[in-house]
């Protein structure tokens, strides 16, 4: 049995978590859910970094972040969610990093007014990062055909990184101009590894 250490409204756990219901793994996985503001002696453990999401093997071994985990579990799931050659291989795995960078700059943004008083904000670093997902939805809206229809991975991870916006920035995510993007993502939200895994 593995052990995956996750928080509910991490968007890069949320993807993880995903992985492991689209391909049938969760029923070999424990899920955990920590609060990484506090001392998380288990979680250090697995990841000196603290950081969520944290898979331990059944061997003991642990593997960190989420690329690196949802590429691992598609390994065992025989790779249906991440072709191993072609440039799909490639495509898939650039809409991931573009998904991840999203959720990043929107996380940023987040802790940014979360984690400090109003007086020690950077209204610099906040306005680049409401930028940078501006501009990044607005790509994606014109990158939408590339997608493909059939799951993969870079569906999670967009499902993941928009949700993300959705529950913490919905604001940017309406005012971004892309329709498109919201429509694909009104109906990619409806699948049921997406509502069991909703931030809470």
Known sequence: MMKLFYSPTSPYARKVHMVALETGLDAH??????NVAQEQPELFAANPLG??????????????????????????????????????????????????????????????????????????????????????????ETRLDTLGASLTLAHLALGAAIGYLEFRLPHLLHSAACPQTQAWYAQFRTRPAMQATQPV
């Open 29 to 34: 996985i424990e899920t955990v859910s920590v």
């Open 51 to 140: 950081k969520v999401p944290a898979l331990v093997l059944a061997n003991g071994e642990a593997l960190f972040d989420s690329p690196v985990i949802c590429h691992y579990l598609d390994s065992l799931s025989g790779h249906t969610l991440l072709p191993q050659s072609g440039w799909q291989h490639w495509e898939i795995l650039r809409w991931e990093a573009l998904a991840d960078g999203l959720m990043d700059a929107a996380y940023n943004r987040v802790m940014e007014e979360r984690s400090r008083p109003e007086h020690e904000r950077s209204p610099t670093a906040m306005t680049r990062w409401e930028t940078e997902i501006t501009r990044t939805l607005q790509h994606l």
